[in-house]
């Protein structure tokens, strides 16, 4: 029998009201008194010279209160990288200043270099497009593919930076030589060139910030679609425009999603801030779709060569890549870490591979900026080996399905450190692989493959056995790897006088259900009805610290911070029983809500002892506090590392290249599942942005930089009859062993382990279909990519 | 989007007089000049809505054919054409989406003549009349490429009359984003002969594939069409499918439209 | 500026708007009710979606002046008279059928359109109806299977768990 509340239930979601009744309340649902609009001037070209803006004829125009361009913020600092990254030779990273406005060039289409505030919406969209008009931009040659901006040193992103390059990092670079020696003495060495595609995150709610300067106080607000809320305070404050970060508010309401693309800090929050500090008045924005597409953070965009060693029996003796990743025109955040720590340090995958060589080159273009998107480097270093593994399988025409079996590392070998500089701390991995082929019915593909070829269709089955590291994380690991933040977090609880409680976590929800599955957690700890804990994130003057929601850390480290911060609670309540019970605080057990003496029936409940600190009437005032509230901060030990197999059954229709996901099988291993309704819904999530990845979504620029695939008109996003239903599962547990949960996350998972079984198995359809000249088709394996295979 | 004024007159007549004054443009269900206006690519000055013009509505099969009024909802065909003419019906419940469906109209459509739209390949493939305020249009003299028809100024699509074919059958192959064709062929066999023509694949437009006509006319199977070639020049090359690509599917969708229309 | 008069949620309405209003807009921004949500510009996503006179459109590509005389309904209109979630908003809390809640609106509207037309929808009858809708949140597995429940229909075993 499943249990109906607590930890492990699948408790309904408690934010589900709100939102299915039309009552959520995200930043461009609030209307305030004296609101004023503002509205961006952004290139139209991706790399030019702005040679003037006259500001004359807009500043005119109806209901304008207020332009601005680069040179109002030349003096103010820009927004900072996140990660500090040596290149090989020891130099550190190239690390240009992002502007609120762009000054002096512009970088990449969408590129802002003023803004208008008016009234009105319209009125400052009209005097926009004035300025626009009144703008001189001598267009420069466009920096796009990055083979060639590092090649061609005349023609530069950034003046300063002749070959475009902003680092070339080597993992580990002590390793090199080994490596190159496995391969050298290597029976069989396989190679494949890949392009990872660029991706928008495309959250369904556009980026929307609201800027709000209290001139009788000195005190700002910046209300804005965050999944970071503190870390959004803290650069705003600290690095860009030098508010004291006391005075400085931020709220992150309701938010439509994020996938990556709202941990960042962007230039629009900082002018609403600016803006509404000049005007007196609350200043507001809104990106439009196409705004969307042009300026938020994009994901991926790797083109890699990966070589893999092996035995002629499919045993790996290394691996070797080199990646030229796209940062775009300048540095986001998390831009450096997502193609080096969150990707090199996964290079070995859940193999036993002694030899692992990485090389990322990081380049510049006039592209929007590239950073972690669900996944977030991991994705890539899945899709790099997993696809590597099946070519390898082909080329010497092996099982897949035993080759990995073969590779994974054993169950008695954790922790098992790799080459890469992680330990994983537990897993079974053919626990999980067993699991995919008796979920997916592998024995029977035959019969259905016999049924596809009967209505003219080929089909395929696709393989990924995957790892990925999450829960980010340790400050200590992170501070040596070049972050320049700590990622620990904290949560407050808060026992009202009432026995209810308030719970403040620094985690951030847009989508994953905090305020039910953190409540869980208390309410089952507390031995509480979960109704009795309201959970509040997303806003930095209630909320004690917080790094935010990404790299499925939320429960792993927010969660955890929680834990510890209800066993002090426990802990001190335990001391007021002691006193009220007159027994020895050894001697209080904590069970059920109750806190008893061992041994005896005398009891005090978890109500009696709230109302007991808050009137501490029978109270040991000498030595304890009354009040009966808590905070703690936790920093983990080490990644957590979630695992999983899956596997895609797909049909391709020869004669179009078009591609179906018959079905897809996914058998995770996610330490302990809090709410299994939640956890699957991540699963299914991330698993519909992997089949985006792999078959439908692109991000086009042409040679002259301009996006193509602005509007979802040419940007295809999965749709319902894009994909089937998903068979999940995650009974396979191995606890994480470093946090009190046992959690892992998995909100990720999905959108790693995905895309590689998606293109292994259209590789594998064409084969059987006799199509054996297919090696590899680049993402998004697209009709027209698929029937110029076929046809090629 | 830029601001303008709005009328919605009840009858042709009025339609007709608003839309004669300087910067007026006609809206029909709208679904694709919204878009383009908020995108300020089009500023009329004056909207002209054609959705409260009760003449303009509605579905019936007269000797002639089915008449589909100009400003009859997609999702109005797709239910009501579906006794008369069960390939256009299909047609129509196929386009966009079902909001979409709820406002487009054929009207709108077939005046826009969008090169990956449904309808013309259903009004071509049929040979259906395009009747509008002042006369009928043989649809063979209609559409005249891409974003262009025989529409002169001042004058509106208000219907279009089909015949109705012995079989006949549409088959899209979608264009992945915005779900328009990406290439779809609409085959009819009547009495006298058998019309096939292909939306979104070229850069003139709707057109009528002529040895597909011919070899079907003989023998209206799907093997019939295997031994012909589809020249890639003149076809679409996006992201979405090079020339060649589209040449394939013109012949792909053809044999497929022509077993469905069995 | 025209005059419009339409009755959104069973409540008569009426205002001065410009010609180039959105009924989207409208609904937002004159009448507050923000449930109603904007998540593109090409009418794609279907975040807007409500009823007018009794069919789905996508709010942001309709005129408010086009819906002079209608009756409208939003998400905000689809609880029942107590309060309670209606029968398919309680589908999708019982099904996950959401997850950050921003297209979520516009696919209870597209869900409720689909089963007024069609009370029995298949799966794939769902998936088809539902391609104007966009999420990016829940891999549409827990929404098709919440239409299914709300359409009475054995969610679970349809979607062969």
């Known amino acids: ?792 | 989007m830029h601001n303008f004024d709005f009328v919605k007159p009840a009858t042709i007549a009025d339609a007709v007089k608003a839309l004669s004054a300087e910067g007026a443009q006609a809206l029909s269900g709208g679904q694709t000049l919204t878009p383009t206006m908020k995108q300020r690519l089009a500023a009329p000055s004056l909207l002209v809505s054609l959705t409260g013009i009760a003449e303009m509505k509605g579905v019936c099969m007269g000797d002639d054919g089915l008449s589909v009024g100009a400003a009859t909802t997609h999702a109005t065909v797709a239910k009501e054409a579906a006794a008369h003419y069960p390939a256009l019906a299909a047609l129509a419940g196929g386009i966009g989406d079902p909001a979409v469906r709820n406002r487009g109209t054929i009207g709108g459509s077939i005046a826009n003549n969008d090169p990956a739209a449904c309808y013309p390949a259903g009004v071509l493939g049929s040979g259906a009349t395009v009747v509008t305020n002042r006369r009928r249009i043989a649809a063979d003299d209609y559409f005249q490429g891409m974003f262009s028809t025989a529409l002169e100024e001042g004058e509106i699509v208000t219907g279009v009359t089909f015949p109705v074919p012995e079989k006949a059958a549409y088959v899209k192959f979608n264009q992945p984003a915005s779900r328009f064709a990406l290439t779809g062929v609409f085959v009819a066999k009547f009495k006298d002969g058998v019309r096939v023509a292909v939306t979104g694949a070229s850069n003139n437009g709707v057109f009528r594939w002529a040895e597909a006509e011919k070899a079907l006319s003989s023998n209206f199977a799907a093997s019939a069409v295997e031994g012909l070639t589809v020249s890639a020049d003149d076809m679409i090359g996006d992201l979405h499918g090079t020339p060649a690509y589209r040449a394939n599917l013109v012949k792909v969708l053809t044999k497929r439209a022509v077993a469905a229309a069995q | 500026m025209t005059k419009v008069t339409m009755t959104v949620n069973g409540k008569a309405v009426s205002a001065e708007v410009e010609g180039r209003t959105l009924l989207s807009a409208f609904l937002r921004e004159g009448l507050g009710l923000t449930g109603t949500h904007v998540g593109c510009d090409t009418s794609q996503c279907g975040a807007c979606v409500v009823h007018v006179d009794g069919k789905a459109v996508k709010s942001c590509t309709m005129f408010a002046a086009d819906a002079d005389g209608a009756q409208v309904k939003t998400i905000e209109g689809m609880n029942n008279p107590d309060g309670s979630l209606s029968v398919v908003q309680q589908a999708f809390q019982d099904h996950h059928g959401l997850q950050c809640g921003f297209c979520t609106p516009g696919m209870v509207m597209s869900s409720a359109a689909l089963l007024a037309e069609n009370p029995k929808p298949t799966e794939a009858e769902i998936r088809h109806y539902l391609e104007g809708n966009i999420c990016r949140c829940t891999g549409y597995h827990n929404i098709v299977k919440a239409v299914l429940a709300a359409s009475g229909q054995d969610a679970a075993a349809l979607a062969a768990e």
Request: net charge negative; with cysteine.
């Open chain 1, 1 to 792: 029998m499943p249990k109906d509340h607590g930890i492990g239930a699948s408790s309904k979601r408690r934010e589900d009201v709100r939102f299915l009744s039309g009552r959520g309340v995200y930043t461009d649902d609030m209307a305030l008194h004296g609101q004023t609009y503002a509205v961006f001037v952004r290139s139209n070209v991706a790399h030019g010279r702005i040679k003037s803006i006259d500001t004359s004829a807009a500043s005119k125009m109806p209901g304008v209160l207020a332009i601005f361009t680069g040179e109002d913020f030349k003096d103010v600092g820009g927004n900072p990288a996140g990660w500090l990254i040596n290149s090989r030779d020891g130099t550190p990273m190239r690390e240009p200043k992002r502007p609120v406005l762009a000054h002096g060039k512009v970088r990449h289409v969408g590129d802002a270099y003023a803004a208008v505030v008016a009234e009105t919406y319209n009125q400052a969209k009209d005097a926009a497009q004035q300025l626009a008009d009144d703008s001189d931009i001598e267009e420069l040659p466009a920096i796009v593919d990055m083979k060639k901006a590092v090649a061609d040193s005349s023609n530069r992103v950034h003046d300063e930076i002749p070959d475009n390059l902003c680092f070339d990092w080597g993992w580990i670079e002590d390793n090199r030589a080994a490596v190159d020696a496995a391969f050298k003495s290597a029976p069989h060495v396989t190679t494949l060139e890949l392009v990872n595609n660029r991706l928008v995150p495309n959250a369904m709610e556009p980026r929307s910030s609201i800027g709000e300067y209290n001139p009788g106080t000195g005190d700002y607000k910046l209300t804005t679609t965050s999944q970071n809320p503190h870390l959004t305070r803290l650069l705003v404050a600290a690095f860009v425009l030098g508010i004291p970060e006391n005075k400085l508010t931020v709220v992150a309401p309701d938010v439509g999603g994020g996938f990556g693309s709202k941990i960042y800090h962007y230039g629009e929050e900082a002018l609403v801030l600016a803006a509404s500090r000049k005007l007196g008045r609350p200043v507001r924005w809104t990106a439009e779709r196409t705004e969307s597409f042009l300026t938020d953070a994009h994901g991926r965009d790797h083109v890699t060569k990966i070589e893999m060693a092996s035995t002629k029996d499919g045993e790996i003796l290394a691996i070797r890549t080199e990646t030229l990743a796209n940062v775009g025109a300048y540095l986001s955040n998390f831009s450096t870490a997502t193609p080096t720590f969150l990707h090199g340090t996964l290079m070995a995958g859940p193999y036993k591979v002694p030899h692992v060589y990485v090389n990322v080159k990081t380049v510049f273009t006039n592209t929007a900026p590239v950073d972690a998107y669900r996944g977030a480097g991991r994705p890539e270093a899945t899709f790099s080996i997993e696809r590597i593994v099946d070519k390898m399988c082909r080329e010497l025409n092996l099982d897949p399905f035993e080759v990995r079996r073969k590779n994974l590392i054993q169950p008695d070998q954790f922790p098992y450190t790799t080459p890469v500089g992680l330990v994983y701390d537990t897993g079974n991995y053919q626990a999980t692989l067993d699991k995919l082929i008796e979920l997916a019915d592998v024995k029977n593909f035959d019969k259905r493959a016999a049924a596809s070829k009967a209505k003219g269709k080929l089909r395929g089955m696709g393989l990924s056995t995957w790892i990925e590291a999450c829960g980010i994380a340790p400050s200590n690991l992170v501070g040596v790897l070049g972050s320049r933040v700590g990622l620990y977090d904290a949560a407050t609880v808060r026992v009202n006088a009432t026995g209810n409680i308030s719970v403040m976590t620094g985690a951030h929800s847009h989508g994953q259900g905090h305020e039910t599955v953190f409540a869980q957690i208390v309410a089952e700890k507390l031995g509480i009805p979960e109704s009795s804990v309201e959970i509040v994130h997303g806003d930095t003057s209630k909320i004690p610290f917080g790094m935010g929601s990404y790299g499925s850390r939320s429960l792993a480290v927010c969660g955890a911070a929680m834990t510890k911060a209800v066993d002090k609670i426990i802990a001190k309540g335990k001391k007021i029983a002691a006193h009220m019970l007159e027994a020895a605080e050894g001697d209080i057990t904590f069970e059920d809500g109750k806190f008893s003496v061992a041994g005896t029936d005398k009891a005090k409940t978890f109500g009696e002892i709230a109302f007991s600190a808050y009137v501490p009437h029978n109270y040991p005032l000498e030595t304890l506090e009354p009040g009966l509230e808590e905070t703690a901060f936790y920093d983990p030990a080490n990644f957590t590392y979630p695992a999983g197999a899956y596997l895609c059954e797909v049909e391709v229709d020869p004669e179009t290249g078009k591609v179906d996901i018959a079905s897809f099988t996914c058998a995770d291993d996610f330490g302990h599942v809090m709410n299994p309704m939640i956890v699957e819904g991540q699963v299914h999530g991330g698993v519909g942005q992997g089949i985006g990845q792999a078959l439908l979504e692109n991000t086009s620029y042409d040679e002259n930089g301009q996006l193509l695939t602005a509007s979802y008109m040419d940007y295809a996003m999965p749709r319902a009859d894009d994909v089937p239903f998903y068979t999940v599962d995650h009974s396979c547990v191995t606890p994480c062993t470093h946090n009190p949960l046992g959690v892992k996350g998995c909100g990720e998972a999905g959108a790693i382990g995905s895309p590689p079984a998606v293109v292994n198995a259209v590789i594998d359809a064409l084969h059987r279909g006799g199509h054996t000249h297919v090696k590899h088709i680049d993402m998004p394996v697209s009709p027209a990519r698929v029937w110029s295979a076929i046809n090629g």
